[in-house]
């Protein structure tokens, strides 16, 4: 089959999607739909957001399917009308079995992790917060547990000790977008094969709530290093620090550097001040607070912080 009669349709919501998407216009593959995420309304005055994947979808001139539920008759019609022979699926949610078994090339799911480990929402996060040193994306044919579809390809990755969760979402989205496209050649000459994922062997990713993200000053130096950079910039650690007065402040932490010095003696969760340094007593040693952002505040550096505050503990 040549590849602009293969008809392809594309799931997607996030930017990490968006990346994939245009690999393959620019590559004239025939996308002939892309499905999203309906808009959101938002913010204070209620307002329609639109997905990165449709934002882009619509500046191609894509058709757009938006379902509310993907068990709908209408929207299983209209996915049926197009006659699409592949389904490709990144970063969006679960399909039906009635959707995922459409295809009769199948439907092929491009994940941001080294399956079977961090099978989940947050394959991302969960390694650099877990201290991971590599991961990478794989595509996978899908199936009906999440995550678990044999395997077609895998692509690794360093996770370097100066990364956060920003820079290695930028590097597997352009790397996932190249595999994209290498599993649809693959596909298109015949020449793919796959490998089921081993049985009882995974790690779990799930998604993230706001609980997750404080910082637990119990924890040691580094493990609170990995929270805090596998959070940022986004959804960003947090703690809430007391100031001398007893004021309470809701702060983001994006970055962090554990500093060497001990802190035996001194109360997790402990301020001190050195210069322009603001440093917290971890299970182990002084951590940095190299740059945070208080309640209501724009982000600032540590040093800056101190202009404006009186910090006396963290919690």
Sequence with gaps: MEKKNLKIVFFGTPEFAVESLDALEKNEYNVVAVVTMPDKAAGRGHRLYQSDVKKY????????LQPEKLKDPGFLAE???LEADLFIVIAFRMLPK????????????LHASLLPKYRGAAPI????MNGETETGVTT?????EIDTGDMIMQRKIEILPTDNVGDVHDRLMHLGAGMVL????????????TTPQPEGEFTPAPKIFKEDCRIDWNRTASEIHN??????????????ITEESGRPLECKVFETSPTGMKCAGSAAGTIKTEGKRLMVASADEWIEIISLQP?????????AFLLGYHPASAM
């Design 182 to 193: 290498e599993t649809v050649e693959a596909i298109i000459n015949g020449t793919l094969t």
């Design 125 to 128: 996060n969960r390694a650099v």
């Design 79 to 81: 996915l049926m009308a």
């Design 98 to 109: 009635d959707v995922w078994q459409m295809p009769p090339l199948g439907t092929f799911n």
């Design 227 to 240: 929270l805090v950079r596998g959070l940022s910039p986004y959804p960003a650690a947090w703690t809430i």
């Design 57 to 64: 979808a619509e500046e191609k001139g894509l058709k757009v």
């Design 295 to 303: 309640a209501g505040k724009k982000r600032m550096e540590g040093a």
């Design 140 to 144: 996978f044919f899908l199936k009906h």
